[in-house]
């Protein structure tokens, strides 16, 4: 789906997955360079499993869109893709995701937590920058490259999760003028290696944490009858059911037993 005068666009639309041009098909794969670029009232955008590529600047600026749900074949999000969405409540990533560009969340002053899948290898300069409401972030061992100033003025960062027993070395900007009580989350096997390295030693505190019993779940495909309780790692109580959460850890208590989750 090439970049087209879309900026009209309003409310909720669905991308089909093929199109038809005279007597010709042609499956949907990819979102164009600014397709919906500052579409302002653009509330929610539907993508197809088609979908494998979105990007430079498909989404940015569309102000009025809360959800991200990104289709599972995609392996690339381009340069901006979503930045300065500001409605942007939560991100839903792929699995098969690899490469997260340059400053492709920047501005999403809404987005309150994210899961980088354990596919990805790259996250591009001030890729969350300026995330001023995101609380907890999820790192997984796959990372081999980071940028500059990929989380900077997150204002809000309480919880980092990397789950990686040789932690990567980087720019120490990364979490620069996050809040001083934030928490770096390790295996134990990391958590002296961490306090001797950038970006890691920022963090005051640096605390050992067992990512090996963590199950993964998806939040839509839980009973919302079923009984539970949901809580923070902090111990702060979230609500009864897994609907609606946004990516993160969480404990899950229903009855005397007791996990952690980590919703994507």
């Not at 809000?156 to 720019?171: A, F, G, H, M, T």
């Not at 993964?216 to 009864?240: Q, R, V, W």
């Amino acid at each position: 789906m090439p970049g087209s005068n879309t900026a009209g666009l309003t409310g909720d639309i669905t991308i089909p997955d093929q199109i038809q041009d005279g007597e010709k098909t042609y499956k949907v794969t990819h979102i164009g360079k600014k397709a919906f670029y500052q579409c302002s009232n653009l509330t929610s955008v539907t993508m197809p499993a088609t979908i494998t590529t979105i990007e430079d600047h498909a989404f940015e600026g569309c102000t009025a869109m809360t959800r991200a749900d990104i289709p599972a074949a995609v392996t690339k999000i381009g340069y901006c893709a979503f930045s300065y969405c500001s409605s942007l409540v939560s991100a839903t990533l792929p699995e098969h995701l690899t490469i997260i560009e340059n400053c492709t969340f920047e501005g999403c002053s809404s987005l309150e937590s994210i899961v980088i899948p354990p596919n990805v290898t790259e996250i591009g300069s001030c890729a969350f920058m300026y995330c001023s409401k995101l609380n907890s972030v999820t790192l997984p061992a796959s990372i081999a490259e980071m940028g500059e100033f990929i989380f900077y003025k997150c204002g809000s960062l309480k919880s980092v999760y990397y789950n990686c027993e040789e932690p990567l070395e980087r720019s120490y900007d990364n979490f620069l003028d996050c809040p001083e009580d934030a928490t770096l989350y390790v295996p134990a096997s990391a958590v002296e290696k961490c306090k001797l390295i950038e970006p890691w030693y920022m963090f005051k505190n640096i605390e050992a944490f067992d990512f090996n019993d963590i199950k993964e779940i998806n939040a839509d495909g839980h009973d919302a009858n079923e009984p539970c309780e949901i809580y923070t790692l902090s111990g702060i109580k979230t609500g009864t059911s897994m609907s609606g959460l946004t990516p993160g850890i969480y404990i899950v208590r229903q009855g005397k037993d007791k996990q952690k989750v980590i919703v994507k």
